[in-house]
């Protein structure tokens, strides 16, 4: 079966543009999670859904970031008025399970800002 | 919350074994503790989880020291697929959001 797809795969944009990112979770999970990667780091949490419901947005960096999954099914991350600092590799995860389950990565959306 | 440390990077001959350690001493009763591995330009993938006991699946095992402090995965035959980077984390029992270190790079040599 599919796994998670992002798109776009690469973004640039200016800085001060609005950026809008997808994700497509494996159909049937429950949880979904977005993870940001700056370039020779870890992925950072940013924030999860339980179905439709964002239960932790702990780790969005500021209130330019916003995440939304109104189905319950795919999401979108957006970024409003994108910095340079914005530029790394965001991911999307999904799991079958609430807590503690084997979590399904997508291959991440590289956003550059110029 | 509990952390883990890794090495920064390890070398292994391809077809060799591959043990790879993980220090958590601050480690709770209720900490999972779980590996997922990075391949270059590509997300995370799950490599496999434990408790207490040692576990084994396809991919890899998973040796859990006896008073939990510390952990070693094992990739038996190392092939030029394993090059990446493998992340230990630790995981509550209800918990759900992975917390990533800086992992340990992994080199195959063919």
């Known amino acids: 079966g599919a796994g998670v797809s992002q798109s776009p795969r690469y973004k640039v944009a200016k800085r001060g543009q609005d950026v809008a990112l997808r994700c497509d979770p494996i159909s049937g999970h429950v949880s979904l999670f977005w993870y940001q990667q700056a370039l020779g780091q870890g992925p950072e949490f940013l924030t999860y859904f339980q179905n439709e419901a964002q239960l932790d947005k702990s780790g969005l960096p500021s209130d330019r970031f916003f995440a939304e999954r109104p189905e319950g099914s795919v999401s979108t991350l957006k970024i409003q008025r994108t910095q340079q600092e914005d530029s790394a590799v965001y991911l999307c995860a999904s799991s079958l399970r609430r807590v503690t389950g084997e979590q399904y990565f997508g291959p991440g959306t590289r956003l550059t800002v110029t | ?110």
């Not at chain 2, 440390?5 to 009763?29: A, D, F, K, Y």
Request: charged share 20%.
């Open chain 2, 1 to 110: 919350d509990a952390k883990t440390t890794q090495p920064n990077s390890m070398e292994s001959n391809e077809e060799e074994p591959v043990h790879l350690p993980c220090n958590h001493s601050t480690i709770s009763g209720t900490d999972y503790i779980h590996w997922y591995r990075q391949l270059p330009s590509q997300g995370p993938e799950y490599v496999i989880h434990g408790l207490t006991s040692n576990v084994n699946n396809r991919m890899a095992s998973l040796a859990i020291a006896e008073d939990r402090k510390s952990s070693t995965l094992i990739l038996h035959r190392a092939t030029l697929r394993d090059a990446a980077v493998y992340y230990c984390i630790l995981l509550k029992a209800a918990g759900n959001k992975l917390t990533f270190g800086g992992g340990t790079r992994v080199l195959v040599k063919p």
